[in-house]
């Protein structure tokens, strides 16, 4: 069994999803932990009702992205994770850090890429008027939105 780590910084729904789709046994990773930079987050309740070990690691109180980064991989670490699953991780991360994870690091992205990388997709969207729109997991590379679906 897949051991994953979920990084994320909001409502989470995306990872409820995966909670949901594993207590069922759709699918079979092991959720090891979730890592929130924001504080406040409600995926970090989702998380706890679901007994999943939670880790706050608030970017604000770091000097730079790589003092940041240096902590969620302690933490990545400690939960021995194989695979990072950014759901709804609203940080750019470091070329350092997303070479180290390379090939171990995917990203649930809300548009069909690679039209609309980056932020406000589904407004975007509707500003254009495309009749088509959708989700892509794609694996995380230094170029934004960028890695193979």
């Given amino acids: 069994m897949i051991k994953i ?4 910084s909001g409502d989470g729904s995306n990872l409820q999803a995966l909670i949901d789709s ?3 046994g759709r699918i079979r990773p092991q959720i090891v932990g979730v890592i929130s930079n924001e504080p406040n987050a ?7 009702l679901a007994n999943i070990p ?23 670490q400690e ?10 991780f609203m940080r750019v991360l470091t070329p350092a850090f997303v070479n180290r994870y390379s090939g171990q ?18 407004a975007r969207v509707l ?9 892509s997991i794609h694996f995380v590379t230094q170029d934004l939105d960028a890695g193979a679906v």
């Fill in 5 to 8: 780590v979920v990084l994320v």
């Fill in 22 to 24: 594993c207590h069922t």
């Fill in 42 to 48: 409600y995926a970090l309740e989702r998380a706890r």
């Fill in 54 to 76: 939670t880790q706050v690691v608030n970017h604000r109180e770091y000097a730079d992205r790589a003092s940041f980064e240096i902590e969620v991989t302690r933490v990545i």
């Fill in 79 to 88: 939960w021995k994770a194989e695979l990072i699953l950014l759901a709804g």
């Fill in 105 to 122: 690091m995917i990203n649930i992205h809300p548009s069909l890429l690679p039209t609309y990388r980056g932020l406000n997709t589904h």
């Fill in 127 to 135: 500003e254009t008027g495309d009749r088509m729109h959708g989700c």
